[in-house]
C-alpha cells in the first residue's frame, strides 16, 4: 500500500530519503520502498514518523485530513 503522504512531508521538510531512514536507523532503500509502497510500514514506524512531523498516524495514512495530532493520552 502506496502512503503518499509519508513521502509529501518529506519534500514539504526539504528533507531526503537518507535523513529519515538515519532518523529512523534503517536503510535508505527501506526508506524508499516504504514511499513506493514495495514494502509495508511497521506501526513503530509509523510512530516515528508522526512523532517527528507532529502529526498523527491517521494523517500519515490518508484516514484524517486534520494535520494537527491528537491530544498526548494522560496516564
Do not use: C, W
Not at 502506496?2 to 534503517?26: G, S, T, V, W
Not at 517527528?52 to 498526548?72: A, V
Request: aromatic content about 12%; glycine content about 2%.
Amino acid at each position: 500500500m502506496i502512503f503518499r503522504r509519508i513521502k509529501d512531508l518529506r519534500e514539504d521538510n526539504d528533507l531526503k530519503q537518507e535523513n529519515l531512514a538515519q532518523y529512523l536507523n534503517i536503510k535508505q532503500s527501506t526508506y524508499s520502498n516504504y514511499e513506493t509502497g514495495k514494502i509495508n510500514v511497521t506501526i513503530e514506524t509509523f510512530i516515528k514518523l508522526a512523532q517527528y512531523y507532529n502529526t498523527s498516524i491517521d494523517y500519515l495514512t490518508g484516514l484524517t485530513d486534520e494535520h494537527k495530532p491528537y491530544p498526548k493520552s494522560k496516564k
